[in-house]
């Protein structure tokens, strides 16, 4: 089973910048697509971007589309969430997913991270 691990969340200024990243232990990382999704307070868990196995597509959600960036580092099992232009809405714990091939985002999720915060403040 793949294991991931967040971790770069912290406290940040509204326009400041911060990068998250997401460790796998997975050996064959490379073959999942990776996703990042957010939960604030009292709100589900919504999905914030992902990017495929190599790394030569992604996606993001409306609310970030233009200030967030994912990249991925299949040598370092590593995926990341490069943050500009944070606002407080920004705010929520962050977690990192991994999806298998086979699966797709629309449906169960299996594997994810712990969560890490990000607060943003205004």
Do not use: H
Not at 29 to 47: H, I, T
Not at 88 to 104: F, I, R
Not at 112 to 119: A, H, I, L, S
């Amino acid at each position: 089973q793949v294991q991931l691990v967040e971790s770069g969340g912290g406290l940040v200024q509204a326009g400041g910048s911060l990068r998250l990243s997401c460790a796998a232990s997975e050996p064959t990382f490379s073959a999942y697509k990776m996703g990042w999704f957010r939960q604030a307070p009292g709100k589900g868990r919504e999905f914030v971007g992902a990017i495929s196995r190599t790394g030569g597509s992604t996606a993001y959600a409306d609310s970030v589309k233009g200030r967030f960036t994912i990249s991925r580092d299949n040598a370092k099992n590593t995926v990341y969430l490069q943050m500009n232009s944070l606002k407080a809405e920004d705010t929520a714990v962050y977690y990192c997913a991994a999806l298998p091939p086979g699966s797709s985002w629309a449906g169960p999720i299996d594997y994810w991270g712990q969560g890490t915060q990000v607060t943003v403040s205004s």
